[in-house]
């Protein structure tokens, strides 16, 4: 089955203590992106990237980093996660800009 | 990318038709209109997506005004399952490297049985 594969799928850390969110795609898609979805704020872009070894920033970057190592990967990484990261966050991969995306399940990350 | 405007929710009853409409008088010529929905504690789902012509699969139908400043997206038989967040979002096809979906508040829809 097509998909993408979020874990975990709950996490609650505290702060300062770095953590991962990976993300795992099986559809060969080059296009992954990171999403949060905060109340009120809806879903907005942290990171995106176009292949392997090519990564950009979205619209809320800040206190995240990513990588692409191998195509199907696209791990989330927060160095020092702040009370203000507890979030519900999702990745996609997409073919390209004319094509649906697939988003995961979600993850959802409190930092205490 | 440009705005997009829908009603904050709508209702309907369960086996009837729902036709969701979204306004987007600002759409640039080459704007595609993607729907998407989010059902309750999941990541969002691709429905539909067009250009300018009537779109249709088995999830959904797509109907784009001529002048494409508006467009509607109909579930043809509603059931409890498609309660969810509907997202209408344009998406320039020729925006450079970043395929962003610019998310707006959506509507949503409320299925009684």
């Known amino acids: 089955e097509a998909q993408v594969t979020q874990n975990p799928r709950y996490l609650i850390t505290v702060t300062g203590k770095k953590l991962t969110v990976t993300c795992s795609q099986n559809?060969?898609?080059?296009?992954m992106s990171w999403y949060r979805q905060d109340p009120g704020l809806g879903l907005r872009q942290i990171y995106y990237?176009?292949?392997?070894?090519?990564?950009d920033k979205g619209d809320v970057p800040e206190g995240y980093k990513v990588s692409r190592k191998e195509k199907r990967n696209f791990p989330l990484i927060l160095e020092s996660p702040s009370p203000n990261q507890t979030s519900l966050y999702f990745c996609?991969?997409?073919?390209?800009?004319?094509?649906?995306?697939?988003f995961g399940s979600g993850t959802r990350l409190t930092v205490v | 990318d440009a705005k997009t405007t829908q009603p904050n929710s709508m209702e309907s009853n369960e086996e009837e038709p729902v036709h969701l409409p979204c306004n987007h008088s600002?759409?640039?010529?080459?704007?595609?209109i993607h729907w998407y929905r989010q059902l309750p504690s999941q990541g969002p789902e691709y429905v539909i997506h067009?250009?300018?012509s009537n779109v249709n699969n088995r999830m959904a139908s797509l109907a784009i005004a001529e002048d494409r400043k508006s467009s509607t997206l109909i579930l043809h038989r509603a059931t409890l399952r498609d309660a969810a967040v509907y997202y209408c979002?344009?998406?320039?096809?020729?925006?450079?490297?970043?395929?962003?979906?610019?998310f707006g508040k959506g509507t949503l829809l409320t299925v009684n049985p």
């Open positions: 990237s176009m292949n392997v070894e090519v990564t």
């Open positions: 067009g250009l300018t």
């Open positions: 996609a991969s997409a073919v390209g800009a004319n094509y649906g995306y697939t």
């Open positions: 600002t759409i640039s010529g080459t704007d595609y």
């Open positions: 559809m060969n898609h080059e296009y």
């Open positions: 979002i344009l998406r320039d096809r020729s925006g450079g490297s970043n395929y962003k979906l610019t």
